[in-house]
């Protein structure tokens, strides 16, 4: 058996993942493609077992360990995200690198099973060869390399696509190369400066843009019979509320709507607008704001949402709450606003929320606990936006509890939020606009799965946000009832960035032709939301419509009451 035992750890490793391969083979059905697929798993099977017949051993420990991350890599993916590892997904992974401490962290059984798992394929190559293939020892070592490029090769020419169902150790490795090969080729371009024309007014006033996480529009009381009370609502003393109500989001990933919120990116040309034009810090310095960003989502200084250094050197106060537990950075974030609001400076001020990310369990004190039954507490206290699904299964009595912590949260991070900017914060010169980055999936419709957005297959509700703009009464900037009736229900976040151009004094003209329309308009907006964002390789993004008429409200049942509201 110690003789054969090289090729019964792989064999034994391939096994593992039957169910991977017959699930990609009864997607296919009968035909051509499926000759296609077989012809190329076995090329790639082949090369892996060239590859532990290496008989030099740097060479073939460093092929072992090389293949072993890899697939640990697309393991721990799976079980973490109950999801196929697609190309756009692994340069969203890159571009989050710097969380990897916390992913480490939060998901560290999955990585325990993920290595655990792996250690068939680290031995079953690395262990010493007791018989020689008859080949040349250059084609040994070159197989594993030509099975990445042969499997590279065929993503490039279908778009990131064509690698599900193979030899996992592989599929990283491919992506790798893809994205090398794109960074490599990057001729976008440098970003350029400040060329808009504007008035030579002075902006007198603090602009806000408060972008939530995660918050559906249909949950909240300004759009739906039973939604959750938002504080939004209410008529308020010297203040105006303008609730443009539903509105469609850029994506139903974070990163993807708030990078295009900060650069301005449009439907028809969001890559490069994002890539190369100024971003809304540089706009608001050269209108002579102060810039200020409040992330309540990460901490120690990490970047996120595809924010880099470069970008960072614009905004002259870059906040984040250290030393305050997740459930109450929404709060220390209203109380940061409270008090720019009220130091007299114009300033430009942008806040990502923690709002109601997965897991929901523990985003809310047990006084917001309006909503029972409700999910189990005490398990994610300190988990901002990812965590383990033990004891989630995604069976429509989990989805019930799930609904109702979710209404929790919104009372908490949405409610209370506005509760106590509205009863602390001088708002007397201020322009506040409130959405969401993406809205959710909370399976009202019944469909199974575990996701709440970034699916593949999206429902309306993944891309369907609260937009609504708060202002005192006293201030003059946009006549924003003009268009209010044209545009409730009918505008986007496409719609948020030239209105904070227009806002900030930039000629409308040139804002539109460079950015689209803003809110003062009459927006006319396509309605949908983008879900292949990384629409790379020539790839085409994928665009989602809304049709309002078949969204999903939440609706009063004996299993969902609010108590004490």
Not at 216 to 223: A, T
Not at 230 to 256: M, T
Request: charged share 20%; aromatic share 12%.
């Amino acid at each position: 058996m110690i003789r054969y035992l090289k090729e019964v750890l792989l064999v034994l490793y391939l096994l593992k993942n039957y169910d991977y391969y017959l699930e990609r083979l009864s997607a296919m059905g009968i035909g051509f493609p499926v000759l296609l697929f077989g012809g190329m798993f076995i090329a790639l099977t082949v090369a892996l077992f060239m590859t532990a017949y290496i008989r030099q051993t740097l060479v073939r420990h460093l092929f072992a360990l090389v293949m072993f991350v890899s697939a640990v890599f697309f393991d721990v993916y799976t079980r973490v995200t109950a999801d196929y590892l697609t190309y756009s997904s692994f340069v969203s992974l890159v571009y989050s690198g710097g969380f990897i401490q916390e992913a480490i962290y939060q998901y560290r059984d999955a990585i325990i099973s993920g290595l655990l798992g792996g250690m068939l394929l680290l031995f079953g190559i690395g262990l010493k060869p007791r018989r020689r293939m008859p080949l040349p020892g250059a084609l040994m070592v070159a197989a594993p390399v030509l099975g990445v490029l042969l499997l590279s090769a065929v993503l490039f020419v279908r778009a990131g696509e064509g690698a599900r169902g193979l030899p996992i150790m592989y599929t990283p490795l491919a992506y790798l190369n893809l994205f090398t090969y794109e960074a490599l080729h990057n001729t976008v371009g440098p970003r350029e400066p400040v060329s808009l024309a504007r008035n030579d007014v002075p902006v007198g006033h603090d602009i806000v843009l408060i972008i939530d996480e995660s918050i559906s529009g249909n949950y909240l009381d300004i759009n739906a019979p039973f939604g959750v009370h938002s504080n939004l609502k209410e008529p308020r003393p010297g203040v105006d509320i303008f609730n443009y109500g539903y509105a469609a989001s850029i994506a139903n990933c974070s990163a993807d709507t708030n990078v295009t919120l900060r650069y301005g990116g449009t439907r028809a040309d969001y890559m490069r607008i994002n890539t190369t034009m100024p971003s809304i810090w540089q706009y608001a310095r050269k209108a002579g704001l102060r810039t200020v960003y409040i992330d309540a989502q990460r901490t120690g200084g990490n970047l996120q949402n595809l924010m880099n250094d470069a970008e960072k050197k614009d905004i002259d106060e870059f906040v984040q709450f250290d030393q305050t537990s997740v459930r109450d950075r929404d709060m220390a974030a209203a109380a940061k606003l409270v008090d720019l609001l009220n130091d007299g400076k114009p300033e430009l001020v942008v806040i990502n929320k923690v709002g109601a990310h997965f897991p929901v369990h523990d985003k809310y004190p047990d006084g917001f606990m309006a909503y029972r039954p409700t999910l189990p507490r005490g398990q994610f206290v300190e988990v901002a936006d990812t965590g383990k699904r033990d004891g989630f299964n995604g069976q429509p009595d989990d989805w019930v509890l799930y609904r109702n912590a979710y209404k929790n949260t919104l009372l908490w991070n949405v409610g209370e939020f506005f509760s106590r900017v509205f009863a602390q914060a001088d708002l007397s010169n201020a322009l506040l606009i409130y959405t969401s980055d993406h809205g959710q999936d909370l399976h009202e419709r019944g469909n199974p799965g575990l996701n709440t957005h970034c699916g593949g297959d999206p429902v309306e509700e993944e891309g369907l946000v609260p937009l609504v703009v708060i202002q005192g009464s006293g201030l003059k900037t946009l006549d924003w009832s003009a268009q209010l009736a044209a545009n409730k229900d009918r505008s986007s976040h496409y719609n948020i960035f030239p209105t904070l151009l227009q806002l900030m004094g930039y000629d409308l003209a040139g804002v539109e032709a460079l950015y689209g329309k803003p809110l003062s308009v009459s927006t006319a907006d396509e309605f949908t939301f983008n879900y292949r964002f990384n629409a790379r390789l020539g790839a085409k993004p994928e665009w989602k419509h809304i049709d309002l008429e078949s969204i999903v409200t939440p609706s009063q049942t004996p299993t969902s009451v609010a108590v004490g509201q």
